[in-house]
Nanobody, 126 residues
Framework: VQLQASGGGLVKAGDSLRLSCVFSGRTFSRNTMAWFRQAPGKEREFVTV????????YYTDTVKGRFTISRDNAKNTVYLRMTSLQPEDTAVYFCAAVSTISSNWFKTREEDFPYWGQGTQVTVSS
């Protein structure tokens, strides 16, 4: 499995960005997908997860109402739409994948995900 994340950049507080992660090597629709992030000097943390069909999602509290995860199974791509960005959102964002049965989508731990993208940098200036 290969994951290629893109879409990061330097933005101002209040701006929006959309990250993309293209999945290849296996059947995308059989994988639960997630985004994690790692801020400078901090451990990597969970951001959001989406089920195989896209019908179920879950967000960490700090991004609820601002970030939206979605997926296009025809394009083998998962997205992270980020709005009202704040300096504390500055981090390297990683997409992650795990093959699951459809009901077993709720995963938030790094160790739950065997496949990782290379990360894309998001920097939010004040």
């Amino acid at each position: 499995v290969q994951l290629q994340a893109s879409g990061g950049g330097l933005v101002k507080a209040g701006d929006s960005l959309r990250l993309s992660c293209v999945f290849s090597g296996r059947t995308f629709s059989r994988n639960t997908m997630a985004w994690f992030r790692q801020a400078p000097g901090k451990e990597r943390e969970f951001v959001t997860v989406i089920s195989r069909s896209g019908s179920n999602t879950y967000y960490t509290d700090t991004v609820k109402g601002r970030f939206t995860i979605s997926r296009d199974n025809a394009k083998n791509t998962v997205y992270l739409r980020m709005t009202s960005l704040q300096p504390e959102d500055t981090a390297v964002y990683f997409c992650a994948a795990v093959s699951t049965i459809s009901s077993n989508w709720f995963k938030t731990r790094e160790e739950d995900f065997p496949y990782w993208g290379q990360g894309t940098q998001v920097t939010v200036s004040s």
